[in-house]
């Protein structure tokens, strides 16, 4: 079966292209668009512009990348929630009309367990604890008792979310991951800052005030060290909890900041510490992708679930355990 999935949550438009051939998972095509604010944070109707203007070009350039012919695609999936209304909205809208022009059935997909789900596909991992670390999301989700559960989240904002905000303080363009990567390799010295875990719980804001109060004070790759190694760790913390608590010997790594070398040698030698496994798909399926939607709209359908146009509403706020899990 061969699915087209859109992914549009928040700032990117992804297209993916996915064959599932028993159970392997083929990515036929994987493309995306980032939206970029010039300054300030994401502005979702510009975003949303962002999404429907690149969506058209997007589709012509994934389908000429493959060779299938468009009646070659049976089924239609797109990011339901949680993530950004206007960008939800376009994407669903996209998905709705090629639904109804293909005439092959159409899947909401929920964005947290489509990362769980096409890393599972692709690492090989069979029951992993998922620690999903995006720009809006920070998470640590497992199966269990039948449905997908978030044991463990950020109370406030998501960790991108904070390097972003840091980054942006320092003049560095979005999103700033990447670039306090960099700069951390070259700390020498670790600034105190605020460690704040509760529970399987993490908070960052306050993190981020702290380490903002710091800039003039401190070396500006000291303090992209030290942020780092404290979010990082609380994030070993958590993810060690919640491996503890399931009895799970697995950890899966998605979302756009596990593309973070230094966060995936912690969360590795945590998880070999306890004797566990660690996985990590490559980048392209950490971050935001139309693959991951088309694989688990795939699972979905398969598993018989069926949505009607009407059922296809987006949801800002679709929590990770409110999906029923038939294929598993
Ligand atoms: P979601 O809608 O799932 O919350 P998102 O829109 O934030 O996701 P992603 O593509 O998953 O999109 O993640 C983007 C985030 O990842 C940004 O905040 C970016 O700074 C961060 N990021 C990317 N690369 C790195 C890196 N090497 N180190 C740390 N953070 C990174
Ligand atoms: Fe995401």
Request: glycine residues 10%; aromatic residues 6%.
């Amino acid at each position: 079966m061969i699915a087209l999935g859109i992914e549009g949550t928040a700032h990117t438009i992804g297209i993916g292209i996915v064959e599932k051939e028993g159970e392997r998972c083929n990515v036929l095509v994987n493309k995306s668009k980032m939206y970029r604010p010039e300054k300030g944070g994401i502005h979702p109707r510009e975003a949303a512009n962002h999404h429907a203007q690149s969506f058209p070009l997007l589709l012509q350039e994934s389908l000429k990348e493959t060779s299938i012919e468009r009646d070659d695609i049976h089924l239609i999936a797109f990011s339901m929630g949680p993530g950004l209304g206007p960008c939800l909205r376009t994407a669903a809208t996209a998905a709705r009309a090629l639904a109804l022009m293909l005439d092959v059935p159409i899947i909401g997909v929920n964005h947290c367990i489509a990362h769980l789900e096409i890393g599972r596909a692709l690492t090989g991992c069979r029951d992993p604890v998922l620690l999903y670390v995006s720009g809006g999301n920070t998470q640590v989700i497992a199966f269990m008792e039948g449905k997908y559960r978030v044991f463990g989240e950020t109370l406030d904002i998501g960790l991108g979310n904070c390097l972003d905000k840091f980054g942006r303080e320092l003049g560095m363009p979005f999103p700033a991951g990447p670039k306090i990567e960099e700069m951390a390799r070259n700390g020498k010295k670790y600034v105190e800052l605020p460690y704040s875990v509760k529970g399987m719980d993490v908070s960052f804001s306050g993190i981020l005030t702290a380490c903002i109060n710091q800039i003039g004070k401190e070396r500006e790759e000291d303090l992209c060290y030290s942020l780092q190694e404290t979010t990082f760790s609380m994030l070993a913390e958590v993810t060690e909890r919640a491996m503890a608590h399931t009895e799970k010997e697995e950890v899966l790594l998605g979302g756009g900041v596990a593309c973070n070398r230094r966060l995936q040698e912690m969360i590795k030698t945590m998880a070999e510490e306890r004797g566990g496994k660690f996985f990590v798909p490559p980048n392209e399926f950490l971050v935001d992708n139309g693959a991951m939607i088309a694989w688990t709209g795939i699972l979905m359908h398969e598993s018989g679930l069926k949505m009607s146009i009407e059922e296809t509403k987006v949801r800002q706020n679709y929590r990770t355990d409110e999906v029923e899990i038939k294929w598993r």
